[in-house]
């Protein structure tokens, strides 16, 4: 007969991880871009400002000359949204302008 050999367990010890810090990552400083008002930027704005300035001038007197209910409700809301448009190159010219004033 094969004797039988007697099993032990052993405890088995983890051992503890030390507690991971956090790094902070270094992130790399971009130099600051200057936004200049040229000439160019100025001009484009202030087209594009006259334009739409126009189509919701135009697109206003159609609502009001318009009879048909349809048409009076499309001429309004484009007129609105041209005029947001127009609103914003208008701004926009404001800060160029700004800007431009700044830098003499």
């Known amino acids: 007969m094969v004797a039988k050999k007697k099993v032990v367990k052993k405890k088995v010890v983890r051992k503890r991880s030390p507690v991971k810090k956090s790094v902070a990552?270094?992130?790399?400083?971009?130099?600051?871009?200057?936004?200049r008002a040229t000439k160019r930027k100025i001009n484009l704005v202030l087209r594009n400002l006259?334009?739409?300035?126009v189509l919701a001038v135009l697109s206003s007197l159609l609502y009001s000359v318009s009879n048909s209910l349809?048409?009076?409700e499309f001429f309004l809301f484009l007129s609105w949204i041209l005029g947001f448009v127009a609103l914003a190159f208008l701004i926009s010219l404001l800060v160029l302008l700004?800007?431009?004033s700044m830098k003499r």
């Open 25 to 35: 990552r270094k992130i790399p400083v971009r130099p600051k871009r200057r936004v």
């Open 50 to 53: 006259i334009i739409f300035v």
């Open 98 to 100: 700004i800007f431009k």
């Open 70 to 72: 349809m048409y009076q």
